[in-house]
T-cell receptor
Framework: AQSVAQPEDQVNVAEGNPLTVKCTYS??????LFWYVQYPNRGLQFLLK??????LVKGSYGFEAEFNKSQTSFHLKKPSALVSDSALYFC???????FGAGTTVTVRA | KAGVTQTPRYLIKTRGQQVTLSCSPI?????VSWYQQTPGQGLQFLFE???????NKGNFPGRFSGRQFSNSRSEMNVSTLELGDSALYLC???????????????FGEGSRLTVL
């Protein structure tokens, strides 16, 4: 079975600083990886995905993610975080779209 | 294009009752999947329907069931409610089965169920 893991429950950064949300995966074959974001009392919104091709994937709201096959990672990054980026972030993988446990990001002003 | 619509948004039930939640997918989407979100367990896959057929099922007891209609609208039902069923139930639609093949899922805002 395919799965993802998000090792950090919470990430706290200051506005303007780089933001990284970590995700590692365990799959057999080629992984199809996704990132979603959930704002309070809302459903999940798609940010970006990796299917094949360039290891650096660019997505919505200035986010990008780097696929690293040797480290089986798919970390989400943003060069300069905003207070409005504070939300719950989920990494997900194909196969019933298995979700990680989620990482709460808090960006302080 | 209208998004995924879930009804009701909030509901309160008591133990032993049953509940039915509804999901209307984005027009043209034939796949609907359901998820349970709780603070302790995160986001758990319940089941997925495509063209009125259940394609995948998560590890939930038989009290949780669903169906999909010919217009792709879906309902999920939980019978004999337990306190632990209190959660946000999210529905997502996609064009292809599973959606996770190459395309993303589009989520509704969820139905928040409280069981007293």
């Amino acid at each position: 079975a395919q799965s993802v893991a998000q090792p950090e429950d919470q990430v706290n950064v200051a506005e303007g600083n780089p933001l990284t949300v970590k995700c590692t995966y365990s799959v057999s074959g080629n992984p199809y990886l996704f990132w979603y974001v959930q704002y309070p009392n809302r459903g999940l919104q798609f940010l970006l995905k990796y299917i094949t091709g360039d290891n650096l994937v660019k997505g919505s709201y200035g986010f990008e993610a780097e696929f690293n096959k040797s480290q089986t990672s798919f970390h989400l990054k943003k060069p300069s975080a905003l207070v409005s980026d504070s939300a719950l972030y989920f990494c997900a993988v194909m196969d019933k779209l298995s979700f990680g446990a989620g990482t709460t990001v808090t960006v302080r002003a | 294009k209208a998004g995924v619509t879930q009804t009701p948004r909030y509901l309160i039930k008591t133990r032993g009752q049953q509940v039915t939640l509804s999901c209307s997918p984005i027009s043209g989407h034939r796949s609907v999947s359901w998820y349970q979100q709780t603070p302790g367990q995160g986001l758990q896959f319940l089941f997925e329907y495509f063209s009125e057929t259940q394609r995948n099922k998560g590890n939930f007891p038989g009290r949780f069931s669903g169906r999909q209609f010919s217009n792709s609208r879906s309902e999920m039902n939980v019978s004999t409610l337990e306190l632990g069923d209190s959660a946000l139930y999210l529905c997502a639609s996609s064009q292809a089965s599973g959606g996770w093949n190459t395309g993303e899922l589009f989520f509704g805002e969820g139905s928040r169920l409280t069981v007293l």
